[in-house]
């Protein structure tokens, strides 16, 4: 009889199974995703439905028929990828290109490495990414929030806060010029903005991150070494010129900033193992966002960042390797 069972991370001991962490993670997402469905209507929830639907059926076909393995699509998994890929797309994005970032997501970012634990990158941004590499107009155009909007021809739509700011500033515009252009802190905080489906509401992305630490699902140090990082890089800049470069609230509350170091950057396959190791890997992903925010040609890095500090993770894990249990002996 075998005394040990190999398999690829998560490993969790504490009373968990996979399952029960996956939909936990789907319970505390209940709040971005109302949200999204108030400001941007019927078309969010087509998108997210669509992209949780394809997300299933793609991991479905692929166990069932190419690895011909056990079928697990109902572990959670492939639910959270489909709701964290659709939270990162504009609520008017054709479906035909959600179910091919869905078909990328499930079959290249997860699939193709052998499945849940064992993909090396977050699946959701690999799709996102794809997509807006393809399709980059329909990837930016962004809905206006419009409440409870049943319309989906009906749409306005309009550049998100991060792209007012940095499309001005690169024009020679003023930051104290532009910031009436965009919405108040307020409206940030809660969602009333232009934006990915579910990166709108920080309020309710910080209401999940407190269940899931509440619950133990996710630890602090990914999260909060992610926005200290970024919020300590934007806040040197702001300094050094507030009107070329915006304040770290503005930063911490506009685009995906929330969604990334909650959700994206905390994904068990793709994060490091050991405590000092997360803290390296958020730093590194808070300052590569405001690299990005700042220096290069899209307003927005967060997806780009983590996905650059995934490909580190192996020496992260090195460098920093959990205690092990015993010690060796060193002779003479």
Known sequence: MSLLTVSGSPHYHAGQSVSKIMYGVIFSLIPAMLVSFYFFGLAAILVTLTAVVSCMLFEFLIQKYLIRGPVTVFDGSAIITGILLAFNVPANLPLGLMVIGSAVAIGMGKMTFGG?????????LVGRIFLLISFPVQMTTWPKPIPWNTSLTDV???PTPLAVIKE?????????????QVPGYTELLVGSMGGSVGEVSAI?????GVYMLARRIISWHIPVSFLASAAVFAAIFWQ????????????????????GAIYMATDYSTSPMAPRGMIIFGIGCGLLTMIIR?????????????????AFVPLINRAFKPKRFGEEIKNG
């Open 116 to 124: 849940l634990g064992k993909n090396p990158f977050n699946p959701a």
């Open 156 to 158: 306005i739509t309009g």
């Open 204 to 208: 309710a992305l910080i209401l999940g």
């Open 168 to 180: 001005g500033v690169d024009q020679g515009a003023k930051v104290s010029e532009l910031l009436p």
């Open 294 to 310: 700042l220096f290069g040609a899209y307003p927005e890095g967060v997806a780009f960042s983590i996905l650059i500090m995934n």
């Open 240 to 259: 050094i010129n507030p009107e070329a470069y915006a304040d770290p609230l503005f930063h911490m509350l506009a685009g995906g900033m929330m969604l």
